[in-house]
Each structure stands twice: as C-alpha cells, then as structure tokens.
C-alpha cells in the first residue's frame, strides 16, 4: 500500500470581531476655533500593527491621526485619532505568508470602519466630516518593501 502525500492544510482566514480599540479628540482653543473662517489643513498619519493573541487568532489595529492645523498658524482646530481593531482567525497560512496578511489583508478589511469612525468623530465634535482616501495596502507594502532593500544591501 503506497502512502499518500500529506496534503498541506487547507488556508482559513476568519473574521472574529471589529472594534473600535480608541478613539480620542481634542479641540484645544475652543470655543474660539469655532469662529474661524479659514479652512484647516488636515495632516494625516496612519500606522499598522498586529500581534498574535493565541489559537491562531491574531489582533490587528489600524490608527489615523489626523492633525488640523489654520494656515499660517500654529493653532491646532482638532486633533483626532482612532484605533480600529481587529480580531481574525488565521490557520493554514504559512508563517512567511503572515506578513502580508497583517501589512495588507487585514487593513483592507478595517479601513472602512476607520474611516467611519474618523467621520463621525470630527461630525461629533462640531467639523464637518472628515473623510480618510482609499488606501492600497499592497502598494503601500511594496513601496516599503523597496525602500528597505538598498537599507539592507548598504549595511552589508
């Protein structure tokens, strides 16, 4: 009797719960940012992270801060930042694999929730909505992935 070939497990990938992990805003010179007629500036940044929590389930949060600022000025009008988290069960995939699972897969399932909370936050606060741009997770993957190669092959 010839003995078969372990078939390799078959991936599964879960979605367990989304959350909002924190969210915060801060509108340090009301009430008289209130009656500014300049438009602000808004300054995003985002960040990215995951850790595993056990049984292979794994927790990734996606943060924006978004930083509004008056033109020519140093007066902030709000500033807002908001966690959005994730629990997802991931089984099958191949340790190498999982980078790409919390740098791109489980962001793209978060950025919608992230940007709703974002949206309603600043509408909460008094602002007109704040919208978040669609992101490309992959490219944006790519892109760090290229600016870390000559990193690497200068310090070799």
């Not at 509004?68 to 009008?77: C, L, P």
């Amino acid at each position: 009797m010839a003995e078969q070939p372990q078939q390799p497990a078959q991936a599964q990938f879960n979605i367990e719960k989304i959350y909002v992990k924190d969210a915060s805003v801060e509108i340090p010179n009301a009430p008289q940012v209130f009656l500014e007629r300049a438009s602000p500036e808004l300054e995003f940044q985002f960040r990215n992270e995951g850790q595993a929590i056990g049984n292979d389930h794994h927790e990734i949060v996606l943060t924006a801060t978004i930083t509004a600022k008056i033109k020519d000025s140093d007066k902030t009008v709000f500033l807002i930042e908001a966690s959005q988290g994730g629990i997802f069960m991931v089984k099958g995939v191949p340790q190498s694999d999982m980078e790409l699972v919390y740098a791109i897969t489980c962001p793209t399932i978060l950025l919608p929730y992230l940007r709703e909370t974002v949206s309603d936050l600043s509408v909460r606060a008094g602002f007109p909505p704040v919208f978040l741009a669609p992101m490309n997770f992959e490219a944006i993957y790519r892109q760090r992935q290229e600016a870390e190669q000559p990193a690497a092959e200068q310090t070799h």
